[in-house]
């Protein structure tokens, strides 16, 4: 009697992109259906072409698991191999997957620096300064980050968040404007210049509005 031969092939209910197999009648191991295809009950397998199949199909599953954590918002490949090195995949296994899922063009470290700063700059402005530290924080390389934010105009970026709130400072002295509108401008990155002339601009924006 042939040991290690294909009795059944069922697709498991749980996770139907992946197939039980069972040898000589007993369930053997679950593999990922790309790399079950080949397979046919009363096929024979080898200990060498079992060992071969589990390897193929942890690529698998590690490529499956990055896909699935890239599928609900884009992520920077450091963001990606944190995740799966959390899950305790082997490193050099995760080099792979990143690798492969870069030259698919499903993790691009320059298309998401450009995209962070587009939103930011169209939603959320923020620094240059505190931009490239929230790029910086996903692992997003110097060099990068640099070309990404070259166009931040911080004057023009300070004046659109603070003219947005400026109906909250109304009736301050113009010290207690200066020191709350300050403050949050320097909560948000911008430097001593930029929010020294931003202050001064809008009050007296502010205080010819009021007269």
């Known amino acids: 009697m042939d040991e290690n031969k294909i009795t059944r092939l069922a697709v498991q209910k749980r996770n139907p992109k992946r197939v039980n197999v069972y040898l000589d009648g007993n369930f053997a191991f679950g593999l990922y259906r790309e790399t079950a295809a080949w397979l046919e009950i009363g096929q024979v397998l080898s200990d060498e072409k079992i060992k071969k199949l589990l390897d193929t199909d942890q690529k698998n599953e590690v490529y499956e698991k990055a896909l699935e954590f890239i599928s609900f918002k884009p992520r920077t490949i450091h963001e990606t191999r944190i995740k799966l090195q959390k899950s305790g995949y082997d490193e050099e296994l995760i080099n792979s997957t990143l690798a492969e899922l870069s030259e698919n063009g499903l993790l691009d470290d320059e298309i998401y620096a450009n995209l962070w700063v587009e939103e930011r700059s169209s939603f959320k402005p923020r ?85």
């Open 127 to 211: 620094s240059r300064r505190m931009i490239s530290y929230e790029l910086r924080r996903k692992g997003i390389s110097d060099e990068l980050i640099q070309s990404a934010v070259e166009e931040i105009d911080d004057y023009k970026a300070a004046l659109e968040i603070a003219e947005k709130r400026l109906y909250r400072y109304e009736g301050l002295s113009r010290m207690e404007f200066r020191n709350k509108l300050g403050n949050f401008l320097a909560g948000k990155g911008f430097s001593y210049d930029v929010i020294s002339e931003t202050t001064q601009k809008l009050w007296h924006q502010l205080n010819s509005s009021t007269k």
